[in-house]
């Protein structure tokens, strides 16, 4: 079974340019997050779909960050534009359903910098 | 408000001994409590979770965590570490909320296991 894949792996931009990252779920997972880990800490969650309908994105920056998810497969998320203290590793997972206990599969994660 | 915490950033063990990573919920209701790993440069990996039933949860790699309610906490185990089980590990709560339930990390632990 492929994993969750994301790209790109890295990237580095100066501060006030736009960025976007890629993720492919899990075939068959109805549910996408986002998170946010900035180093030396634990992950945080920006925005959690359940298929194409955004189910929480209380913790998601929404005057810089958006995403999106057409179709129920894939999504994007984008930085417009990018601070400094963006720099961190986003990670997005996936998983069966939202309502249940099932853990979640996290993606290599896209490393950013912003200088 | 929901939250875990991991009282040590760092844990150093000789290989062949006894590990043990600490993790202490707050959480109103039944806690839902999941550890995973991280290794450098790729995504979090599920290892276990306690749901309800037997407090003592037996996950992947010969880890395992014991559930206790009184103190609240939730420590990972393993009784023989690896030089291969260095790395980060998070413990987290999964919070059911009614828009979106999601994972709510800790701060993660680095675990360094010497030859």
């Known amino acids: ?115 | 408000a929901q939250s875990v915490a991991q009282p040590e950033d760092q844990v150093n063990v000789a290989e062949g001994n006894p590990l043990t990573v600490k993790c202490t919920y707050s959480v109103s209701g039944n806690p839902y409590l999941f550890w995973y790993v991280q290794y450098p440069n790729r995504g979090l990996q599920f290892l276990l979770k306690y749901i309800t039933g037997d407090n003592l949860v037996k996950g992947s790699y010969g880890f395992e965590a014991e559930f206790n309610k009184s103190q609240t906490s939730f420590h990972l185990k393993k009784p023989s570490a690896l030089v291969s089980d260095s790395a980060l590990y998070f413990c987290a709560v999964f919070m059911i909320k009614a828009a979106g339930n999601k994972l709510t990390f800790g701060g993660g632990t680095r675990v360094l296991v010497k030859p």
Not at chain 1, 63 to 72: P, Q, W
Not at chain 1, 93 to 109: I, K, R, V
């Open chain 1, 1 to 115: 079974e492929a994993g969750v894949a994301q790209s790109p792996r890295y990237k580095i931009i100066e501060k006030r340019q736009s960025v976007a990252f890629w993720c492919n779920p899990i075939s068959g997972h109805a549910t996408l997050y986002w998170y946010q880990q900035i180093l030396g800490q634990g992950p945080k969650l920006l925005i959690q779909f359940q298929n194409n309908g955004v189910v929480d994105d209380s913790q998601l920056p929404k005057d810089r960050f958006s995403a999106e998810r057409l179709k129920g497969v894939d999504s994007t998320l984008k930085i417009q534009p990018a601070k400094l203290e963006d720099s961190a590793v986003y990670l997005c997972a996936s998983s069966l359903f939202s309502g249940d206990y099932n853990e979640q599969f996290f993606g290599p994660g896209t490393r950013l910098t912003v200088l």
